[in-house]
């Protein structure tokens, strides 16, 4: 009885067409599943986070933390760096919205400024990891270097009154030096 498998050879064009495609594919299907113009945070997730951080950083003669790019900078750090805390973000800004359905019976993001300080003011009393990393990371985004999405236009550099500290191995040159006059 012979076998009805039979050995398909490929060129090795058409090998090189199916690698680029399945490579693709594999690209498109292999985000992260969120929805909207993040990495990893829906749209949904990040107007809660950004109630939350706004509420650690707020507005006045400088931007809020969401303003300066701190939403772009986490989102960032859980797609790479920090996916060990993707489940705490999950779950932490399900209960923020929870807590907030319970209270003003809306969602975060739609609550009064009053409110979300109500609401994060009740995560920050909890003995949840939730709120410290959210903290932790909102303060990374906002003084850290605008190279990872956050502190935008080296606003809170700004604020402080310090120079853009020079990128290392990028040394900064005064052409004008050894110049005749």
């Known amino acids: 009885m012979q076998s009805k498998n039979k050995a398909v050879a490929l060129t090795r064009r058409q090998f090189v067409a199916a690698g680029v495609l399945g490579g693709a594919a594999l690209a498109v299907g292999c985000k992260s599943g969120n929805q909207g113009n993040w990495d990893f945070l829906s749209d949904g ?88 990393l959210v903290r932790r990371h909102t303060m990374e985004g906002y003084y850290g270097s605008p190279r990872h999405g956050g502190n935008r236009d080296a606003v809170s550099w700004r604020m402080l009154g310090l120079d853009e500290p020079p990128v290392r191995g990028r040394a900064q040159y005064d052409m004008r030096k050894g110049a005749t006059s």
């Not at 800004?93 to 409110?115: I, W, Y």
């Open 45 to 132: 997730q990040a107007r809660t986070l950004a109630a939350i951080c706004d509420q650690i950083v707020p507005a006045d003669e400088f931007p809020s933390a969401s303003q300066a790019g701190v939403l772009t900078y986490i989102d960032r750090q859980l797609f790479r760096h920090y996916r060990r805390h993707r489940d705490v973000y999950r779950e932490g800004l399900e209960h923020a919205n929870e807590l907030s359905r319970k209270r003003f019976a809306k969602d975060l993001a739609e609550a009064t400024p009053a409110q979300q300080l109500e609401i994060v003011s009740a995560l920050e009393k909890e003995e949840r990891p939730f709120f410290d």
